[in-house]
Antibody
Framework: EVQLVESGGSLVQPGGSLKLSCVAS????????MDWVRQTPGKSLEWIGE????????NYAPSIKDRFTISRDNAKSTLYLQMSNVKSDDTAIYYC???????WGQGVMVTVSS | DVVMTQTPPSLSVAIGQSVSISCKSS???????????LHWLLQSPGRSPKRLIY???NLGSGVPDRFSGTGSQKDFTLKISRVEAEDLGVYYC????????FGSGTKLEIK
């Protein structure tokens, strides 16, 4: 059974930093492009970015504007999202996904507030 | 950005009825490889989204054949035949032909 388990969500102040993790199991992690998608309260879904299978290439949504960094450790089957200079608009549930929409984690809540 | 417009925003349907949800994109979703990367997701209450259909009409693993997808280029439809109670939730279309974007969702309620 495919499982993606996110962790690291919390309350963070505007301008602060946070790192999310996602541990994968049940499939060959190193064969998948991996993504982060977020869902703001009561609203739709927004793709944040992706990373290729060996971690050498990343793509991001224009709205992220160099504040977030996606990385991975295939030896640990783990995906990361480093969030910097966070804003109130970044308050959302963050999902780790495989193949953008193929596999989804349970999500982790990030709240940006002073 | 490719804008995905879903209609209607909400539906109320009795068990056993059929429903259709429309999704229109602002650009063609045909990729250079000839494939169309339009997908349908269901987010059941309190759960994360789950893929139902990929590449317009292919059922995801374990998805009942009451669900079907059709369409091409910029115009797509999800049909649910013989709605069951477990089908309630929010349905999203998503495209991954260009950088990924999602529709605003259609909330399905059971009468």
């Amino acid at each position: 059974e495919v499982q993606l388990v996110e962790s690291g969500g919390s309350l963070v102040q505007p301008g602060g930093s946070l790192k999310l993790s996602c541990v994968a199991s049940g499939f060959t992690f190193s064969n998948y492009w991996m993504d982060w998608v977020r869902q703001t309260p009561g609203k739709s879904l927004e793709w944040i970015g992706e990373i290729n299978t060996d971690g050498s290439k990343t793509n991001y949504a224009p709205s992220i504007k160099d504040r977030f960094t996606i990385s991975r450790d295939n030896a640990k089957s783990t995906l990361y999202l480093q969030m910097s200079n966070v804003k109130s608009d970044d308050t959302a549930i963050y999902y780790c996904t495989g193949g953008v929409v193929t596999h989804w984690g349970q999500g982790v809540m990030v709240t940006v507030s002073s | 950005d490719v804008v995905m417009t879903q209609t209607p925003p909400s539906l109320s349907v009795a068990i056993g009825q059929s429903v259709s949800i429309s999704c229109k994109s602002s650009q063609s979703l045909v990729y250079s490889d000839g494939k169309t990367y339009l997908h349908w997701l269901l987010q059941s209450p309190g759960r994360s989204p789950k893929r139902l259909i990929y590449q317009v009409s292919n059922l995801g693993s374990g998805v009942p054949d009451r669900f079907s997808g059709t369409g091409s280029q910029k115009d797509f439809t999800l049909k649910i035949s013989r709605v069951e109670a477990e089908d309630l939730g929010v349905y999203y279309c998503a495209q991954t032909t260009h950088f990924p974007t999602f529709g605003s969702g259609t909330k399905l309620e059971i009468k």
